[in-house]
């Protein structure tokens, strides 16, 4: 499981952040309270972020 999300040793970063989520929070942000969506964009812009959520996975 770590080399799927990229952890593949130690002190390697693995994602921590799924891409859909983070689109999702930064629409509801810019629907809700747009003049907080740069403050937002600044705090995960670094986050390294990828397919976490598997969206065939039914369990």
Request: charged residues 25%; aromatic residues 4%; proline residues 5%.
């Amino acid at each position: 499981m770590t080399e799927e999300l990229g952890a593949t040793g130690p002190g390697a970063r693995p994602v921590i952040a799924d891409d859909d989520v983070l689109k999702a929070t930064a629409l509801a942000i810019t629907t809700y309270c747009p003049d907080q969506l740069a403050s937002y964009l600044k705090s995960v812009g670094d986050l390294k972020t990828g397919a976490t959520v598997d969206s065939d996975d039914h369990h």
